[in-house]
């Protein structure tokens, strides 16, 4: 099968060189897709929950589920080599977050936290998934934590990697940038996107040509949507982090990127302060997105936690 795919793949790519077409170049990166999400044990389904059409993976088995969220800007594809290794032993749900990869969501909808919160509360009672662990990275921690607190009684353990929704005593690089301006987590252009990975990633896993120009080019058409959702969930909510944090007593994992430039690693300190029932990791030579550069490593991280804690 892997000889097929590699054969299959390379007249594909040939074709490409030869054409230049648009359209091949979605067909490959689709080709290469379908296959990582086959071989991860994931399916694609579809629900609308809240008014929203939630397009999301779902695989794996066993009694216990995970809840996989991704963060700003990103969509489902970053958990799939990460649910890989979960896939024999969980049931695994991954959700496109509304306004991002194929779920519905526009300039009229609001994404602050505890709108998105809301939404994923009504996502999961619509695919009957009642108690789960929840594990969100970045814009997804935040309304992980979030969830946690207004649904204390439906979140069995919770994983956040590299989370927002907290103030890190160190200031990180994108802030710096953000106060002059300049915003390198929306891209419009292919340079613009290879940058975003350099930015967000300590170590970006290889990327085959075409998928800078293909993922730039979705990038570039949602620019005014993504500008939207980021002014959404900056903006501050009824509730401090610490109000928030203090009253979750859910088992909770921190696990942090220390050459993170999004979000400074110095955030797992404020994490600590207020949470009751943690345990806190930080990995070396990682960026914003540990799952993505680590994705066996964190996966089976996450495991031992989960176990830990049934």
Known sequence: MQRFLAIFLTLIFINLILSGCVKMENALVETIMDWEISSSGLTQKKVNAGGIDFV?????????????????????????????????????????????????????????ISSQTARLAQFTSKIGVDKFHLLGNSMGG??????????????????????????????????????????????????????????????????????????????????????????????????????????IKTPVLILWGKEDRVIHVSSVSVFERYLSNLKSIILENVGHAPMVERPEQTANIIKDFIRDNL
Do not use: C
């Open 56 to 112: 999301y993976f779902e695989g794996g088995q066993g009694t216990e589920t995970i809840v996989l969220l991704h963060g700003f800007a990103a969509d489902k594809s970053n958990w799939i080599r990460f649910a890989r290794t979960l896939v024999s032993e969980y049931k695994v749900i991954i959700p496109d977050q509304a306004g991002h990869g194929e779920s519905g969501g526009t300039l009229k909808d609001s994404y602050t």
């Open 142 to 247: 935040a309304i992980a934590f979030f969830f946690a607190f207004q649904h204390p009684d439906r979140v069995k353990s919770l994983g956040l990697f590299d989370s927002a929704g907290v103030i890190s005593p160190e200031p990180s690089e994108l802030s710096k940038l953000l106060t002059r301006g300049e915003n390198p987590l929306i891209a419009d252009s292919a340079e613009n996107y290879e940058r975003l990975l350099d930015f967000a990633m300590e170590d970006p896993p290889f990327l085959p040509w075409p998928f800078a120009n293909v993922m730039s080019r979705k990038s570039s058409a949602r620019k005014e949507l993504n500008e939207k959702i980021f002014s959404d969930i900056i903006k501050p909510g009824k509730y401090t982090a610490q109000q928030v944090l203090s009253a």
